[in-house]
């Protein structure tokens, strides 16, 4: 099941993406739910339940504002983490504008250049295969003296190395919880390579990274939390982020 939501704001062009989105889901065999929107207000208040299969295709420009599609991204991930955000434009200088809002836009479709449904097709196999690996991801597994412990990976956003004990960490979760396992930073990263060492003194899950700055070489989580990031680190993560 694929639920996607278009922002809009020609209808002819509106209708055409829609089109364009059931023709691939009926080729591809997917169950699908379609809404059509010409104004911000309107999909704020009818936004999908939080799910990997949510799908946005937003315009940029929406009656005449420019960054109407960049302030409805954020109204989108404030509302959904897991979903996935495709941007549709003839303004290519918004790009860095655009991920400077969220590193997590999953494309940037040109309408006067290229083939909008080919590149719609791309985002729409991508976003069902995320979702369907989604469903099968391991939780984060560890030995806690004779117990085996499991944490959904999902709720992690990082570990912290514990200043009063080298030989442990603090675990930190979406739902700003710590707590303290009896593993340094070290040893979590060979047992887990999910996880990315961001720093020395913290290791990092990449699916929770919200915004990255790469002038305060910091990164931001969709819970607010933030930690700090080696320049280096912070390039390879975006190479990371970017390739997945």
């Given at each position: 099941m694929l639920?996607?939501?278009?922002?809009?704001?020609?209808?002819?062009?509106?209708?055409?993406?829609?089109?364009?989105?059931?023709?691939?889901?009926?080729?591809?065999?997917?169950?699908?739910?379609?809404?059509?929107?010409?104004?911000?207000?309107?999909?704020?208040?009818?936004?999908?339940?939080?799910?990997?299969?949510?799908?946005?295709?937003?315009?940029?420009?929406?009656n005449g504002d420019k960054r109407a599609g960049l302030k409805m991204?954020?109204?989108?991930r404030n509302h959904d983490q897991l979903a996935s955000i495709v941007f549709i434009t003839i303004?290519?200088?918004?790009?860095?504008?655009?991920?400077?809002?969220?590193?997590?836009?999953?494309?940037?479709?040109?309408?006067?250049?290229?083939?909008?449904q080919a590149e719609l097709e791309k985002d729409i196999n991508?976003?069902?295969?995320?979702?369907?690996?989604?469903?099968?991801?391991?939780?984060?597994?560890?030995?806690?003296?004779?117990?085996?412990?499991?944490?959904?990976?999902?709720t992690i956003n990082f570990f912290e190395s514990n200043a009063s004990n080298s030989h442990s960490s603090i675990l930190n979760t979406v739902d700003n919880q710590q707590q303290q396992i009896n593993y340094n930073l070290h040893e979590i990263e060979k047992m887990d390579p999910r996880f990315f060492r961001i720093h020395r003194s913290f290791l990092i899950n990449p699916q929770q990274v919200q915004t990255i700055n790469t002038h305060k070489n910091t990164v931001t989580f969709f819970n607010g939390a933030t930690c700090p990031a080696s320049r280096l680190r912070l390039r390879q993560l975006l190479k990371k982020i970017t390739i997945s």
């Open positions: 639920n996607v939501e278009i922002l809009e704001d020609d209808y002819v062009q509106q209708q055409q993406i829609k089109e364009y989105v059931e023709q691939i889901c009926q080729k591809q065999h997917l169950a699908i739910t379609v809404r059509t929107f010409s104004e911000l207000p309107a999909m704020v208040r009818q936004l999908f339940q939080p799910n990997t299969h949510n799908l946005y295709i937003i315009d940029l420009e929406i991204s954020q109204v989108i303004h290519d200088e918004f790009l860095y504008q655009t991920y400077k809002y969220r590193i997590s836009a999953l494309d940037f479709i040109a309408k006067d250049l290229g083939n909008i991508y976003v069902h295969s995320k979702a369907n690996h989604k469903t099968r991801e391991q939780p984060f597994r560890f030995k806690d003296y004779s117990n085996i412990v499991s944490i959904d990976f999902t």
